[in-house]
């Protein structure tokens, strides 16, 4: 049995990963944190500091205000970290690359099977399609989502990215005299209601569209994904996985 602690456990996508580790088996959930008390069967703490528990991997979901207290008590406690939440700064990312250096971390903005067979795809369409059609990326979020774009939006961007050497610019959202469209890669939010997760590519050329899109109907998909990367990663030696690693 592997042992869990999930952070961010009082969640919407804790309360998914306590049903998906309950349903799997080989794994079980021994304690979380969280910034607010929860009643959930197992011992909560707000900080990192005050896990007493033996842990095998860290499976986090909360925000990324919770990474240096947790990257630093798995470093010491060599456990290795599922990271799920999103919304990094730049300097966190970089911190967390650090961090791999010493303890096994593994890092995607989106846990499901169709979103990452989605981000092949869309590099395919942009290699096959090329500069004459222009690429805008449309993200649908329920309304509590902290952070714009979501972090999948930005991985689509990047992969779209890769098949022309990265050279593109983000443009977030247009607003005003903006003039004619240049070659950037357009990425759009919208909020609302209680939308799990959309995500689509468009590639408009002259006279023709081509869309490519995926559509998340419960958060309990990105859940059964992060319980498969802890299972994955306990025994892993140092470093950053993503979930092509665990693909292949
Ligand atoms: N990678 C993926 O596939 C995927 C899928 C869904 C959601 N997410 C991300 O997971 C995160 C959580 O989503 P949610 O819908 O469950 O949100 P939520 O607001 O329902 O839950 C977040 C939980 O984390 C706790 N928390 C916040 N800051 C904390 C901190 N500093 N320390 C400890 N606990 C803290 C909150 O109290 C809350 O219980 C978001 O960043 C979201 O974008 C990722």
Request: charged share 20%.
């Amino acid at each position: 049995m592997i042992k869990i602690l999930i952070c961010g456990i009082g969640g919407k996508m804790g309360a998914n990963l306590r049903e998906a580790v309950a349903d799997d088996g080989q794994a079980e959930v021994v304690c979380g944190v969280d910034i607010n008390a929860v009643q959930c069967g197992v011992p909560v703490y707000n900080s990192f500091e005050n896990v007493c528990q033996k842990v095998d991997a860290c499976i986090d979901f909360s925000s990324p205000a919770a990474l240096h207290g947790e990257l630093e008590w798995a470093k010491t406690q060599h456990v290795p970290v599922v990271l799920g939440a999103t919304g990094y700064s730049a300097e966190d990312l970089e911190y967390i690359k650090q961090c791999s250096e010493q303890i096994p971390v593994f890092k995607t903005a989106n846990f499901s099977l169709g979103v990452n067979l989605l981000i092949k795809l869309v590099k395919e369409a942009a290699e096959t399609l090329g500069e004459n059609f222009d690429v805008e990326i449309i993200e649908k979020h329920h309304r509590l989502k902290a952070d714009a774009p979501s972090g999948t939006a930005l991985m689509l961007a990047e992969s779209v990215n890769s098949a022309f050497g990265g050279k593109k610019e983000l443009l977030y959202g247009r607003e005003g005299a903006t003039g004619v469209r240049g070659g950037e890669i357009g990425v759009h939010a919208v909020r609302g209601g209680t939308i799990v997760g959309e995500h689509e590519v468009l590639f408009a050329g002259a006279d023709e569209i081509v869309s490519i899109s995926h559509s998340a109907r419960s958060k309990k998909v990105f859940a059964v994904g992060a319980v498969k990367a802890a299972k994955w990663i306990c025994g892993k030696p140092a470093g950053l996985y993503s979930m092509a690693d665990m693909l292949e």
